[in-house]
């Protein structure tokens, strides 16, 4: 461990005045002591000190008692569980130092001590814990490193804005650690309620945190859609740790603007609050989600509380693995809800698989876009299994048309319909018929090409009836049997030679419209662009064979009249020079084809943004 890490530790330990043990008022505190067998680590394991280990337990009793404080200052609910589990490590670690030894009697007898004049705050004591962890994490020492997830736990738990603690915590449980509390404390989390006149524990009976895989597509400038996958993880906040509830703010009457050209732009009105009964959720991430993301998730919650009318109130809060990048999209809604579901019900999520989809309030799964790149990222990220609407399986079917099949086998994919489908497809327990279904498709043969015979096919035709939503078991069945299709859908089709032709698309609005600075267009960015619209030959629906042959042309005449050169802003120029005339010939029969096919404006915007996030 690093020297400053000690210091910072043993620092924040001499920012302690001594312990003064003053009697509070009258209030249930609902503590049971841990047992005496207790061992979270084992001591004589770790590189901590004696000394270390006694001020880390005097941190984490000072933590407790903050705990406490809280709740009495703010007149909130007590998590006990939380000041049983800080005093649960503190025992573990020094048993026999008098601040430990001190603060759990008095627990025990239901008497709450201040903490100490000048000590830090539960953000500050999470910041600290949080450090240490990290200096044990790099020991790769085994004690450290499960002693530094514990200590991920609890400041998650003490400070859920704390993103890097709440990222290593939804870590580490993925990478199969779970700390061992509920074993330990010894009737903390079972404990009776007090009486309604004093402090005690809340009956609803929930866990503090859950994450589930979802899919998102990045769009980058050059028009390619990458999936990839992401942790969301929830957190359910009550008593100290719930902060005011975020809510979209009210509607104002919107301003009248007008675009340059002096025709009325479309006026967008701001999100209206939403009532998402007794639970409230919001993203951690402020100005990273967009409002169709945060739509998708108060919506997530109205679900639950509509499914669990006897909630008393609570808060949520929803934050993604990766906290840098913009997001937006309705596709985590059913995420979203299952995580929330978790939280409340109680239940472990399947960390093997990911799952992509809007939902309704009545628990319907809805069809979301970019289903190729979210199947690409899945199985590249290795997942197990991936969950996507019903309403998507012809885009299974156009993925299958641009890529081999022995793709399904690489991965087992499912539909769900509604809510209920989804959960029993991501909870960890999987049961009677899915678990059948699962467990055969894992002894199929590896290669699609030896799954031609009698028995495999037959293997596939029990795993569709043990599990008619297998779409992966599907595929691999028409495809051995050559009934799949040859040519993608209309839709796939219009999806796959906009993306193809991404660069090109953003150079056909003209930029004194769009108000910002083309970027520059040269040969190779041409090159790409063609390569890929050829790729799709005889494979795109011949209803739209006309759109790939005026994208391609447009493609082709640019890259004729840029040359080998860089062009920044062409259509300055063209005014003054021929060789870009058929350039824009060829713009104005590709707008034919767009217009001949009465594609959606939003699926041509999409392919004009400039920014880049993921969806």
Avoid at 165 to 194: D, H, I, N, Q, Y
Avoid at 481 to 503: C, N, R, Y
Wanted: charged share 20%.
């Amino acid at each position: 461990m690093s020297s400053a890490r000690l210091l910072l530790l043993a620092a924040i330990g001499m920012m302690l005045p001594p312990l003064t043990v003053t009697a509070q008022p009258a209030g249930q505190i609902n503590y049971t002591p841990p047992t005496d067998q207790i061992r979270l680590v084992e001591r004589d394991r770790l590189t901590l000190s004696e000394t270390n280990r006694e001020q880390l337990a005097t941190l984490l009793v000072t933590a407790a008692k903050t705990v406490v404080a809280e709740q009495r200052r703010t007149g909130g609910v007590l998590d006990s569980q939380l000041l049983a589990k800080c005093m649960a490590l503190a025992l573990d670690l020094a048993a026999e130092a008098k601040a430990v030894v001190v603060a759990n009697f008095q627990f025990a007898k239901n008497v709450g001590a201040p903490p100490p004049d000048g000590a830090p705050t539960l953000p500050q004591i999470a910041a600290a814990l949080t450090q240490l962890a990290e200096s044990l994490s790099a020991t790769r020492q085994e004690e450290d490193v499960k002693l530094g997830n514990y200590l991920f736990d609890l400041a998650a738990a003490l400070d859920p804005l704390n993103e890097d603690a709440v990222f290593r915590m939804s870590t580490a449980a993925t990478a199969g650690f779970k700390p061992a509390w509920k074993e330990k404390l010894a009737g903390a989390a079972a404990a009776e309620p007090a009486p309604a006149t004093t402090v005690s524990a809340a009956p609803f009976a929930g866990r503090a945190r859950s994450s589930i895989k979802i899919l998102l597509v990045n769009t980058t400038r050059t028009g390619v859609e990458v999936g990839s996958t992401n942790n969301l993880i929830g957190l359910l906040l009550r008593g100290h740790e719930a902060p005011a509830p975020v809510l979209p703010p009210p509607a104002q009457p919107p301003e009248r603007r007008v675009s340059k050209s002096g025709t009325a732009a479309a006026i967008e009105l701001p999100p209206a609050p939403v009532d998402t009964g007794n639970l409230r959720v919001a993203f951690v991430l402020a100005g990273k989600v967009g409002a169709q993301m945060n739509t998708a998730a108060q919506e997530a919650a109205r679900l639950v509380s509509v499914r669990h009318p006897e909630l008393p109130p609570l808060r949520a809060q929803l934050s993604f693995e990766d906290k840098y990048t913009p997001k937006d999209g309705g596709s985590c809604g059913t995420a979203a809800a299952i995580v929330l579901l978790s939280l409340v019900e109680d239940f472990d999520l399947d960390p093997g698989g990911v799952i992509t989809g809007d939902i309704t309030v009545d628990g319907q799964v809805q069809k979301i876009g970019g289903v190729s790149a979210k199947t690409e990222g899945a199985i590249a990220a290795g997942a197990e299994f991936m969950v996507l609407p019903a309403h998507n399986t012809v885009d299974v079917d156009d993925y299958f048309v641009l890529h081999q099949l022995d793709d399904a086998r690489k991965i087992q994919l499912f539909s769900a319909a509604n809510l209920d489908e989804a959960l029993t497809l991501t909870k960890r327990e999987k049961t009677g018929e899915l678990a059948q279904a699962m467990e055969l498709f894992r002894a199929l043969p590896a290669t699609a090409a030896n799954l031609k015979t009698p028995d495999a096919r037959r293997q596939l035709q029990e795993i569709v009836r043990l599990a008619p939503n297998h779409l992966s078991a599907q595929i691999l069945l028409r495809g051995v049997t050559g009934s799949l299709p040859k040519k993608l859908s209309v839709t796939g089709s219009i999806e796959q030679i906009f993306s193809a032709a991404g660069p090109l698309l953003y150079w056909m609005s003209n930029s004194a419209e769009r108000g910002d600075e083309p970027p520059v267009y040269s040969r190779e960015v041409g090159e790409q662009c063609t390569r890929r619209l050829n790729a799709l030959n005889f494979k795109v629906d011949p209803k739209t064979a006309s759109l790939q042959d005026a994208m391609l042309t447009y493609a082709q005449e640019l890259q004729t009249a840029v040359g080998f050169g860089q062009v920044r802003d062409w259509s300055g120029i063209a005014a003054h020079n021929p060789r870009f005339r058929p350039v824009f010939n060829a713009r104005a029969r590709l707008y034919a084809e767009i217009r001949a096919l009465q594609c959606d404006q939003s699926v041509l915007e999409k392919y004009l943004r400039k920014d880049s996030g993921s969806r």
